[in-house]
C-alpha cells in the first residue's frame, strides 16, 4: 500500500474520530484541545485536509507531515501547561491537574505514527527509493 493511500485513509477517518469524540466523549484525535468548539475546528481542518489530498495527491506527505506536526505540538502543550501550573496549585490547594489522558496517549500514538511515516516517506521519495 502507497503511503499517499494511507494518509487518505487516515484524513478520510476524521468523522469517526469525531463521532468517537462527540457520542462517547473520547477525543482520541484532538486530544492536546479541551474546548468542543476548538475541537470541532480542528476536525473541519482535518476533513479539509482529505479533500485537499484528494485535489492534490502530490502534496499528500507534505500535508500530513504539517497537519501531524500541528496535532504533536497541540498534544505536548496539553501535557506541559498543567505541569506549568503545579506551583500554583499547590500553593493555593487546588487539586493537581491532569497531565496525560488515555486519550492524549491514543492521540499521541496516532499521530506520533503518521509524522513518522510521513517523515520516512518524504525522505525515502527524495532519496529516490520507495
Known amino acids: 500500500m502507497q503511503a499517499n493511500h494511507i494518509f487518505r485513509i487516515y ?3 476524521t468523522p469517526l474520530f469525531m463521532l468517537a469524540d462527540y457520542l462517547l466523549g473520547f477525543p482520541m484525535r484532538v486530544a492536546g ?3 468542543p468548539g ?3 475546528i480542528y476536525y473541519l481542518f482535518c476533513i479539509g485536509c482529505a479533500v485537499a489530498l484528494w ?3 502530490v502534496r499528500t506527505i507534505l500535508l500530513a507531515l504539517a497537519e501531524s506536526s500541528i496535532n504533536i505540538f497541540l498534544l505536548i502543550y496539553s501535557v506541559m501547561a498543567p505541569i ?3 506551583g500554583s496549585a499547590l500553593t493555593s490547594g487546588e ?3 491532569e497531565t496525560i489522558t488515555s486519550a492524549g496517549l491514543i492521540n499521541f500514538i496516532i499521530t506520533g505514527g503518521i509524522l513518522a511515516f510521513g517523515f520516512h516517506s518524504i525522505t525515502s521519495s527524495l532519496q529516490g527509493t520507495k
Open 38 to 40: 476548538l475541537r470541532l
Open 95 to 97: 487539586p493537581m491537574p
Open 84 to 86: 506549568f501550573h503545579l
Open 55 to 57: 485535489l492534490w495527491p
Open 11 to 13: 484524513y478520510l477517518g
Open 33 to 35: 484541545i479541551e474546548e
